[in-house]
């Protein structure tokens, strides 16, 4: 079977099939940050019992401690862009490889409290920046009639890494006998599970080593002979290099630098209309509680009297459910379109969340336990809302955000939604154990009005972008 390249202006250009083992191997390394993402943002729910416990501190400043890493991610995915574009794509990720590593090491071995929460902001800017320059990276590298499946490699690999660190987070604490304050190779088990990332981190710092820089930044530096050589690795020896380097040329001359001052609205709304659907959109993502399945899942499980070592390893099957919900929404995406998607995930999310609102009700026996139905019914729809959202807005989302938008302002719309969307995440992370405390069945009972307010904002303010192309969005 043989394949054609076409001319460049006449379409999607079809990849050698000698050359796509190798951009697979380009996008896979790559993804490794995605895989940092996922992993470091959730391997923190294994430690969240260990850590309250070991420096005897309440539910709000464990909120804190757990949440502040959200901040280095704001500031992390603020800097990356404009950082890739001074020094490239490839030492950007070395930059994170770094902060992954010098994270997991120092939060495997804290001094004290403050110091650890140190650590985690160091590593929330590493996630940051993975977060912005993963995709990026991909998109300027991947051959255009691969683009969308290979993009689709960087969620691929953040769900991977969750489930990932909950299965390491779960061996861990089996083989130090059940408990996480108990001690492994030296440490107590909460301090080896935040450790363990130094692994993956060194394996993406090596990575970034095979891998060749973007085409796109060395076309921007002047070094055309070398983006042609990547390009012909990628994209195949029939490619013409030289209308390809003219064609970048020409996209990144007329590329408009969006400004914040191209969001605003000119009234007393601040900014335009479509820039507010997409901060709705990235609000609505988190204030469904999606990040308090993947950050306190075991203490929450624990607080009802299941095991510790049955907590950690519902957390890991959760884990897996969010990958199959995810590989639902990559295949259904392009089929049924978006608004059907997110609706769909919304209903499902308001009648799982509002479930474990009734079963969090139950009074507990005298074990500390809740009562078999709601126990089971917690377990059950815990599982299904993870599933619903994945299949949803966890994937539609970011979808949304990268079509909505007109070209004029789609860079600028990008960051201020992104933005929301940690601060909104930042904000239910580090109110949880507060809520927990106050009444968990409310604290559910918050998400779910969240989640049954998401349809009708969905309904009436989204459009769907399915099939139109970009230059469509106004």
Request: with cysteine; proline share 3%; net charge neutral.
């Amino acid at each position: 079977m043989t394949s054609t390249a076409k001319v460049p202006g006449s379409g999607a250009r079809e990849a050698q099939p000698e050359h796509l083992g190798h951009v697979i191997f380009i996008t896979a390394a790559a993804a490794m940050g995605g895989f940092l993402f996922g992993y470091d943002s959730a391997v923190i729910n294994g430690a969240v019992g260990a850590i309250g416990s070991k420096y005897d501190i309440g539910s709000g400043a464990l909120g804190q401690v757990i949440a502040i890493a959200l901040l280095g991610c704001a500031i992390g995915a603020a800097i990356a862009g404009r950082l890739a574009d001074r020094i490239g794509r490839i030492h950007v990720m070395r930059i994170a490889a770094a902060l992954f590593t010098i994270s997991a090491v120092g939060s495997a071995l804290p001094f004290a409290l403050y110091d650890l929460a140190f650590w985690r902001v160091l590593g929330g800017v590493a996630i940051g920046m993975a977060s912005v320059i993963g995709p990026a990276y991909i998109a300027e590298v991947a051959p255009p009639a691969y683009r969308g499946r290979l993009g689709s490699f960087q969620q691929a690999a953040i769900v991977i890494g969750i489930a990932v660190s909950q299965l390491v987070n779960w061996g861990i604490l089996n083989a130090a006998g059940g408990n996480d304050r108990d001690k492994i190779m030296g440490l107590e088990a909460w301090q080896v599970m935040l450790g363990v990332m130094v692994v993956p981190a060194v394996l993406y710092g090596v990575l970034s080593f095979a891998i060749p820089e973007s085409p796109r930044f060395l076309i921007s530096v002047g070094k055309n002979e070398k983006a042609k050589q990547i390009l012909e690795e990628v994209e195949g020896r029939h490619v013409d290099l030289d209308a390809r380097v003219t064609e970048i040329e020409h996209a990144m001359r007329s590329e408009h630098k969006s400004t914040f001052k191209d969001l605003l609205g000119g009234s007393s709304f601040l900014f335009k209309p479509i820039v507010w659907i997409g901060i709705g959109l990235s609000v609505f993502q988190q204030f469904v509680g999606i990040n308090v399945a993947f950050y306190y899942s075991s203490t929450l499980w624990q607080s009802v009297g299941i095991d510790p070592s049955d907590s950690f390893f519902y957390s890991f099957t959760t884990s897996i459910i969010n990958i199959i919900g995810t590989v639902i929404a990559m295949v259904l995406v392009d089929r049924v379109g978006r608004k059907p998607l997110a609706l769909v995930g919304s209903a499902g999310m308001a009648i799982a969340l509002a479930l474990e609102a009734w079963a969090f009700s139950a009074k507990l026996d005298a074990a500390g336990k809740l009562p078999d139905t709601q126990g089971l019914v917690a377990l059950i729809a815990a599982h299904a809302f993870v599933l619903f959202f994945a299949l949803s807005w966890g994937v539609v989302v970011w979808v949304f955000l990268g079509e909505m938008f007109p070209n004029k302002i789609r860079a600028a719309a990008l960051g201020v939604a992104a933005a929301a969307q940690w601060l909104a995440n930042w904000a239910i992370t580090a109110s949880f154990p507060s809520l927990s405390d106050w009444n968990l069945s409310g604290a559910y009972l918050i998400y779910t009005f969240f989640a049954v307010l998401s349809i009708p904002f969905v309904l009436k303010f989204v459009k769907e972008t399915k099939g139109k192309a970009l230059e469509e969005m106004g």
